[in-house]
């Protein structure tokens, strides 16, 4: 895009602060990106949970000169452009509209409760062909997702396609204005996202509002959503049974594919989709339908659909071989996926090094000349240190890239691999889906069992977000990142912290520090149960000790003086009931005596901790400990004349005890996604799935028993599936012997005779599987708080003993 900073102000009726020299060429939203720079236009968007203008400071600094804000910040006046609004987000929307009226190529709009996403990449893909299309990246479909889709177009796209995502009311008008489809795709109406609807007719009602203006709406005939039809919109549907449908279907399953028969006019025609799942032969009709719409003939549309391949549609973190860290996305390459592939590379990064494995990337509606010159401008930006590109045109344009080396296909790459030393860096693998990148993932992943812990690093944002805006906005934030991140990933979860700006990071032990700050993060960082012998190792390494006693006070003063350090930070535990670390109110007058006028160390904090923060039942006790606590360490204030941050509250103090947050809170299991309140942890959202597969399956007579000491035994057929995870993994052998189950393709099965070390045996009867399916252990359903409560223990407790061998994938939708 190009767009004069004049126009842009008066399209979105902001009222302009500064000399705008520039036009502006791509819009963002996202401080951390390095793709930033003078032409970038900055929306500083406010959510309920935070606000951008947090970091214009950082962005001024960087070289960002435009921005849309609601106010100018104090400590940036006069350094930059400004475009004053009333809601940044509405300005994003409006300009959005703006761009969205210069063109007027077909556009695609796609909603429904599921399938979206699918649907339009596989659009994507049966019609990239013939067409430069422009889509929304990954699953960009909200509010804010949509306006950033629309705005990535350019003169030579010729057709659009673009999702829009719903919750509540008044949201699609919105999209609408933006996407303005001429052609709509209703994907199917699930009960996604309901609670923001009374019920399903408003649903209906709302979606229909983004087809208001297209030429023809493509649906799933249904006597409910034809009730609410406008009569003038044209429609083109589909039906299995219903004879009014303009096309009628037929389904028959054949091996490992779907026979779809087509009665189309006066037409009578078959394809093969390569699935069986009702969802994806939903998805792959619609499909069909918008080829036979476009006027497509018979034999292209059969060789096309038969194409049709799983999408993967998140971006994943895996370790790799030889100390890398690999970053999958070897489903796409176009030039807006490669761009915030390389956002996340940069927030996930582990190593300083970083490599980008690319191939040949398509549909950019730009020659290649061009494209090839964006793309090596996107590469500096974020210092990208070498690249390896795959493909024919890729390689004949290596020469706009420093340092890379380029392979004419996957297979010459592969055979190469050995001489290209990969070791400590951190590798972005993306590529268009016939280069089939999967291989090379294949080949650079360390090889692991296929029990994984994934961990959806947009769910910790969110709930981070969550308990924020419960807080004061002065209020700092300590986040617990104690037993690897509560069992979920020390050095990830650090790295995604330090972008949400956190104030402090709490661990148990000073070794956990260490390997934090080896790392690379930058966070100061607070050990609560620091070791004598550790001292020197925290001094060494600038981690800050938490003192809870006088003998480790004079301990920690006798190493810091030999060091001759001046004011090492050190915080000030007060046992105020806990009864577990801490001075007592006896002991503070010896504290004050000790600290008073020392120049070695300075109270950086003082805190204590809450033994019944979640439990009413002990309501009494808990607001004795705030009383204490405010006692104390008020004394310790007058008396040392100090300002300390001071902090008392954990997860469910933060909830229960608000007013009590003091200058700092420190957040623990609340950040992965657990809380004891059933109405608040429908607020928060899942971070961890504990997954396997099937190994094997066999069929056992009645009377014949499973696993060791032949506790289950066989009271009719029965069909057994192996799942490879055990007590070692840190499953309870509690949870065997038909008391816990796992869930296979949405069912619940039970564990059948005793948790093996490394397996477990499970009752599948009734359940359509064959080997090699999915298992989910926990996740959205079984919760962590279902399993503790079924084992009597705590959430805590599951998540932090699933053993390291258990390999953590993270991801981002
Ligand atoms: C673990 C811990 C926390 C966090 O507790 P959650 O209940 O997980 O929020 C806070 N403070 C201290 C001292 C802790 O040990």
Redesign the pocket.
């Known amino acids: 895009m190009k767009l004069n900073i004049y126009t842009i102000s008066n399209q979105i009726q902001a009222e302009l602060s500064g000399t705008a020299a520039q036009d502006i060429e791509t819009i963002s939203i996202d401080s951390r990106s390095l793709q930033n720079g003078p032409q970038t236009l900055f929306f500083a968007l406010v959510g309920p949970n935070n606000d951008a203008h947090l970091y214009l400071e950082d962005l001024i600094a960087k070289g960002v000169q435009h921005f849309v804000v609601t106010h100018i910040p104090e400590n940036c006046a006069g350094k930059a452009t400004f475009l004053v609004v009333k809601n940044t987000t509405t300005a994003l929307q409006q300009l959005a509209a703006y761009y969205r009226s210069l063109f007027d190529f077909p556009i695609i709009g796609l909603t429904g409760s599921n399938g979206k996403t699918i649907v339009k990449e596989w659009l994507n893909f049966l019609l990239s062909p013939d067409y430069n299309i422009i889509r929304s990246p990954k699953s960009y479909n909200s509010q804010v997702g949509v306006p950033l889709s629309v705005l990535a177009i350019n003169e030579q796209h010729n057709l659009g396609i673009f999702e829009a995502g719903i919750s509540t009311f008044s949201e699609m008008e919105n999209l609408e204005r933006i996407i303005k489809p001429t052609i709509g795709i209703l994907t199917n109406i699930g009960t996604a996202h309901d609670e923001g609807f009374p019920n399903i007719g408003e649903k209906i009602k709302e979606k229909l509002l983004l087809f208001q203006e297209a030429e023809i709406l493509i649906y799933h005939k249904n006597k409910t959503i034809d009730a609410f039809l406008n009569p003038k919109l044209k429609t083109f549907s589909w039906s299995c049974k219903d004879e009014a449908a303009d096309v009628l279907i037929t389904k028959k399953a054949v091996l490992d594919k779907t026979v779809l028969g087509i009665r189309y006019k006066a037409d009578n025609f078959e394809i093969k989709i390569p699935f069986q799942d009702d969802a994806s032969i939903e998805n792959a009709i619609h499909c069909m339908m918008l080829l036979l719409y476009f006027g497509y003939d018979q034999q292209t549309i059969e060789h096309r659909m038969e194409l049709l391949y799983p999408v993967e549609m998140r971006l994943k973190v895996k370790n790799g071989i030889n100390n890398c860290s690999l970053i999958d996305d070897s489903y796409s390459s176009d030039f807006q996926s490669l761009k915030i592939a390389l956002d996340f590379l940069e927030s996930q990064k582990q190593y300083p090094k970083k490599t980008v494995i690319l191939s040949d990337i398509f549909q950019s509606g730009l020659s290649n000349e061009e494209l090839y010159s964006k793309v090596s401008q996107l590469i500096t930006s974020n210092k990208i240190n070498r690249v390896i590109g795959i493909g024919a045109t890729i390689s004949e344009f290596k020469n706009k890239f420093i340092n890379c080396v380029t392979f004419p296909d996957t297979d010459a790459f592969l055979a190469a691999i050995d001489s290209l030393n990969f070791g400590n860096e951190t590798i972005l693998i993306k590529g268009a889906r016939t280069f089939q990148f999967e291989q090379i993932v294949a080949a650079l992943a360390e090889k692991t069992h296929e029990t994984v812990l994934e961990i959806n690093l947009n769910a910790i944002s969110h709930n981070f977000n969550f308990f924020k805006s419960k807080l004061k906005p002065t209020t700092k934030m300590m986040v617990?990142v104690?037993a690897f991140g509560?069992g979920n990933g020390g050095f990830e979860i650090a790295k995604l912290l330090e972008h949400h700006k956190v104030d402090y990071l709490?661990v148990?032990f000073a070794d956990e520090g260490i390997s934090l700050k080896n790392a690379g993060i930058k966070l100061p960082i607070m050990v609560?149960n620091p070791e004598t012998t550790s001292f020197a190792a925290i001094i060494q390494n600038q981690l800050e000790p938490e003192i809870y006693s006088l003998k480790g006070l004079h301990a920690f003063l006798k190493i810091a003086e030999q060091k001759n350090l001046k004011h090492f930070p050190i915080h000030i535990k007060l046992d105020t009931g806990m009864h577990r670390l801490g001075f007592e109110a006896n002991t503070l007058d010896d504290l004050i005596a000790v600290l008073k006028g020392n120049q070695t160390v300075a109270v950086k904090s003082v805190?204590s901790?809450m033994a019944t923060?979640?439990d009413p039942a002990h309501l009494e006790f808990a607001l004795s400990q705030l009383d204490l606590f405010e006692k104390l360490s008020s004394k310790l204030i007058q008396e040392l004349q100090i300002q300390p941050i001071r902090h008392i509250l954990?997860?469910?103090?933060i909830s229960n005890f608000t007013e009590a947050q003091y200058d700092m809170v420190?957040?623990?299991?609340?950040l992965y996604g657990v809380s004891n309140d059933a109405e608040e942890q429908k607020q928060l959202e899942n971070v961890g799935t504990l997954k396997s597969v099937i190994s094997q399956i066999r069929t056992i007579s009645a009377g014949e028993s499973v696993g060791y000491g032949r506790r289950f035994v066989a009271e009719r057929t029965t069909k057994i599936a192996t799942i490879p995870i055990g007590y070692a993994d840190g499953i309870s052998r509690h949870w065997g012997n038909g008391v816990g189950f796992v869930m296979v393709n949405n069912q619940k099965a039970t564990i059948v005779g005793s948790v093996c070390m490394d397996m477990l045996m499970v009752d599948v009867t009734e359940i359509p599987c064959k080997e090699g399916d999915q298992v989910i252990i926990f996740g959205k359903n079984p919760t962590v708080n279902d399993l503790a409560k079924a084992l009597h223990t705590i959430p805590?407790e599951i998540l932090t003993s699933i053993s390291q061998r258990v390999k953590r994938v993270f991801y981002r939708e």
């Open positions: 617990m104690k509560y709490g148990a609560l805190l901790h923060s979640d954990n997860t469910s103090g420190r957040l623990g299991i609340g805590y």
